[in-house]
């Protein structure tokens, strides 16, 4: 028999970071589906993963940067926000692919930009939750390495992002494991530095490796999270520490 699982509460790194971040943020973005405009950041760093994607399947990169940036946007989560300015960011991209040919690590993919939807299960006890586990990930080489690509405009966060980059690993470390029943080589964060006037684009890698035990922290984590959900534990809790990077500040009244 196959089971119906299109009834199933479905989370995805994205969801649960932002649980993580902010319950509060949680409630607003999924629960009252608030739409907001990317940021610029975010705008730029979607246009470069469409052309990543394009750079990894052997064709034109820019292509899909510029489909990306001047494309007809029909959602307002599609938009930028006002004031910035695509044709500047295509010609940011245009150097970085430039750079990326020359000086980015030559890895073999055997799927590029891959969709999975997997049961939550604890990979030790086998204990299992009423969710999906959802998303996408970049790249997935010959040699078993999950490869991440991230865009900054700088390469030190002074580990700001330390956990939410742990905790993404661990999530899709996850994902590997239910789709090939053995754990990933590694996982690659494939860092691509923005670069300016002064400075020309740069790639940086780094380098995690996940445990069994990495697993099943995510695991138990998912569990908490969706106990939370599932209670309404969301909209009257809030992680001030985020207020200031937060898409719906303007609207919220518990910001600080």
Known sequence: MIKDTSKKTRLSVSKLQ????????Y??????KV???????????SAIHEGLENYYNKRDPLEAVKYS???????ITEKAKEGVDPYKLFSQAKRIFEVYEKKATKFQPILVEHWFDVDLENPKTKEKLP???VGKIDLITITGDIVDHKTTTNHTDNGFFDDE???QSNGYAYAYFKMFNKMPHSFIFNTIIRGNTK???NIILKTLYPTTDNLVSFFD??????TAIEKKETSNHTNPKHCRFCPVKDICPKRT
Do not use: A
Request: charge should be positive; include cysteine.
């Open 69 to 75: 940036l001047f494309g007809k946007k029909t959602k």
């Open 131 to 133: 969710v999906r586990f």
């Open 35 to 45: 739409e907001t405009p990317k940021s610029e950041g975010y705008f730029f760093g």
């Open 18 to 25: 932002t649980y993580l971040d902010c319950p509060r943020k």
């Open 165 to 167: 980059n742990e905790f």
């Open 199 to 201: 400075q020309e684009p």
């Open 221 to 226: 984590t998912c569990r908490t999270i969706q």
């Open 27 to 32: 409630w607003y973005l999924y629960d009252v």
